[in-house]
C-alpha cells in the first residue's frame, strides 16, 4: 500500500479500516486550532472564580446565587469537556476507543441540560422574588434551592442514559471506521430531545420573564411617581425592590445571551447532519460554548460582589482565617 497514504490514516496498521486523518487546512481545522486556546482558557478561569466566590463567601451563600453556582459548574464543564473534547476529537482522529466516546457523548449531553435546566430555575427564581416577593424568602429557601439543583443534575443523567441506551449497550455500532467518534441519534428520539431541551424549556423562560419584566416596568413606573413623598422609614425597602429589578434585569440578559448562543446550535441540528463537522456545525458549535465564557462577565458587568471577590481571590486574601465572613456585598 502507498507509504503516503498510510501517512493520511488515523491508524496505518489497519489499513482500509482506518479513519483517514482530518485535513489540516480546513476551515473547521483552523478554527479547532485557533479559538479553543483562549476560549478553553478564559472558560475555566472565569467560572472557576465565580465557583470561589460563592462558595467561600458566607455573604453570598443565597439562593439566586446557588443557581449561579450549578450555572458555574456547568459553564466549567463546558470548557473542560466540549471545547476541549471537540478539539481533540475533531482536529486529531479519536483515539480513547468507542467506550469513552459515548462517555464523552453523554457528558456534554448531561451539561448541556443541565445548563437548560438551570436557566429554568433561574427564571423561577426572578419570576417569584418580582411577582411575589413578600413571599419570596418563604417559598425560595437555600434548601429548596439545593434540592432543586440536585434534582436538575439527576434528571439530566438520567435523561440523557435514556437517550443513548442503544449506543451504551453496544458502543462504537455506527462508526464507519476505526478513529471515528459518531453517535447518531433517531429522528423519532431527535425530535423528542428537541421538545423537551429546548422548545419547553424556552417557552417557560420567555413565559416567566415576559411577566417580570411586565411586573418590573409597572414597579419602576409606581416608584417614580412616588419617589418625592417617599418617607425615611420606606428607604430600606425601596432599596431591596431596587437590587430586586437590577438582578432581575441582570439575570434577563444572562438569559437573552444564552437563547441567542443556543437557538443556532439547535436550529443547525434540525437542518444538518450533525456526523459531519460542517462550517456551520462548528461555528454554531462555538456559539453555543462561547456563551459559558460570557457568562462570568456579565456577572462582572452587573454584579459589585463578583469584582470585589475577585479581589481577594487574585490578592489571595481568601487563604487569610476567617476570609470566608469578609463582606464583599
Not at 467561600?56 to 469537556?81: E, I, K
Not at 481533540?88 to 457528558?107: N, P, R
Request: glycine share 4%; with cysteine.
Amino acid at each position: 500500500m502507498d507509504t503516503e497514504y498510510l501517512s493520511e490514516l488515523c491508524f496505518p496498521q489497519l489499513g482500509n479500516l482506518s479513519c483517514k486523518k482530518p485535513s489540516s487546512g480546513s476551515s473547521e481545522g483552523v478554527l479547532f486550532n485557533v479559538l479553543p486556546p483562549i476560549v478553553y482558557v478564559l472558560t475555566v478561569l472565569l467560572n472557576l472564580v465565580v465557583i470561589i466566590s460563592i462558595s467561600h463567601f458566607r455573604q453570598l451563600h443565597t439562593p439566586t446565587n446557588f443557581l449561579l453556582l450549578s450555572l458555574a459548574v456547568a459553564d466549567l464543564l463546558v470548557g473542560l469537556l466540549l471545547i476541549q473534547g471537540c478539539f481533540f476529537g475533531i482536529s486529531s482522529c479519536w483515539v480513547l476507543g468507542d467506550i469513552l466516546c459515548i462517555l464523552y457523548s453523554i457528558m456534554t449531553f448531561i451539561v448541556t441540560a443541565a445548563s437548560i435546566g438551570n436557566m429554568v430555575l433561574i427564571s423561577a427564581d426572578r419570576y417569584v422574588a418580582i411577582c411575589d416577593p413578600l413571599h419570596y424568602h418563604i417559598k425560595v429557601t437555600v434548601k429548596r434551592i439545593r434540592i432543586a439543583v440536585c434534582l436538575c443534575w439527576l434528571l439530566s443523567l438520567f435523561y440523557c442514559c435514556m437517550i443513548f441506551r442503544d449506543q451504551l449497550v453496544q458502543p462504537g455500532k455506527y462508526n464507519s471506521c476505526y478513529g471515528e467518534c459518531v453517535v447518531p441519534i433517531q429522528y423519532d428520539v431527535g425530535l423528542f430531545d428537541l421538545i423537551v431541551t429546548f422548545i419547553l424549556p424556552l417557552s417557560i423562560i420567555i413565559t416567566l420573564y415576559t411577566r417580570v419584566f411586565v411586573v418590573a416596568v409597572s414597579q419602576a413606573r409606581a416608584e417614580r411617581s412616588r419617589v418625592k413623598c417617599v418617607k425615611v422609614q420606606h428607604s430600606v425597602r425601596l432599596r431591596a425592590k431596587k437590587s430586586e429589578l437590577k438582578a432581575a434585569r441582570a439575570l434577563g440578559i444572562l438569559i437573552l445571551f444564552f437563547l441567542v448562543c443556543f437557538c443556532p446550535y439547535y436550529i443547525a441540528s434540525i437542518v444538518t447532519d450533525s456526523k459531519f463537522m460542517t462550517p456551520l456545525n462548528v461555528s454554531v458549535l462555538y456559539l453555543y460554548s462561547f456563551n459559558s465564557c460570557v457568562n462570568p462577565l456579565i456577572y462582572a458587568l452587573f454584579y459589585p460582589w463578583f469584582r470585589r471577590a475577585v479581589r481577594q481571590i487574585v490578592n489571595l486574601q481568601i487563604l487569610q482565617p476567617g476570609s470566608c465572613e469578609a463582606s464583599v456585598l
